[in-house]
């Protein structure tokens, strides 16, 4: 089955609100998260890391928290903007590889 | 910046033909991937290279397999091209337990 999930698949924000996006994990051992972005006809990118000795990571305009207790992680992203339209995805980086979920697709509406 | 390309943007292929998918990373990454991405799947990936001329199967093998002769390149074969194996695909590469970096994918489709 599937070790990471996203909860919705689709989300719809106004321009200039902020943005949640969710993602559930199943292996407690997991130690090591990335959100990428995906914007049609590229590859994903990647946007912010976290490692579960930390409960919350920065970085320009986006923020994730990590809730080890439940199993969840999410992306806010703040003051969202129509760039920020794209696919976004949680991964759990293991060893050897990334595990996907399968993705939130976010919309700006002007 | 890391510099992951792949081949081909877009490729139309018959069924039954032999298919060969090209990716080249200039960073001297130890870990290459191939990933396959379908609508409502995600990515799922279908083999990875930890060292030259070393490979490892992914959760989706079949009806594949890859060749790495040289560090910074990393090739995908279909042996003989099926219509589920229309698809996108994605490569990317990564230093030993780094950040993996991805191409911008190769279209293929299978007719």
């Known amino acids: 089955g599937e070790s990471v999930g996203l909860h919705l698949p689709t989300l719809s924000v106004q321009e200039g609100d902020n943005s949640i996006i969710n993602c559930a994990y199943s292996n407690s051992a997991s130690d090591y998260f990335i959100w990428y972005k995906q914007e049609s006809g590229k590859g994903p990118q990647f946007i912010i890391d976290i490692r579960s000795n930390m409960d919350k990571r920065q970085g320009q305009r986006v923020t994730v928290l990590l809730n080890k207790t439940v199993k969840h992680l999410s992306l806010q992203i703040a003051a969202t903007q129509p760039g920020d339209s794209a696919v976004y995805f949680c991964?759990?980086?293991?060893?050897?590889?990334?595990?996907f979920g399968a993705g939130t697709t976010v919309t700006v509406r002007a | 910046d890391v510099k992951v390309t792949q081949s081909s943007r877009y490729l139309v292929k018959r069924t039954g033909e032999k298919v060969f998918l090209e990716c080249v990373q200039d960073m001297d990454h130890e870990n290459m991937f191939w990933y396959r991405q379908d609508p409502g799947l995600g990515l799922r990936l279908i083999y990875f290279s930890y060292d030259v001329k070393m490979k490892e199967k992914g959760d989706i093998p079949e009806g594949y397999s890859v060749s790495r002769e040289k560090k910074e390149r990393f090739s995908l074969i279909l042996e003989s091209a099926s219509t589920n194996q229309t698809s996108m695909y994605l490569c990317?590469?990564?230093?030993?337990?780094?950040?993996?970096?991805f191409g911008d994918g190769t279209r293929l489709s299978i007719l």
């Open positions: 990317a590469s990564r230093p030993a337990r780094g950040t993996q970096h």
């Open positions: 991964a759990e980086n293991g060893a050897y590889k990334l595990s």
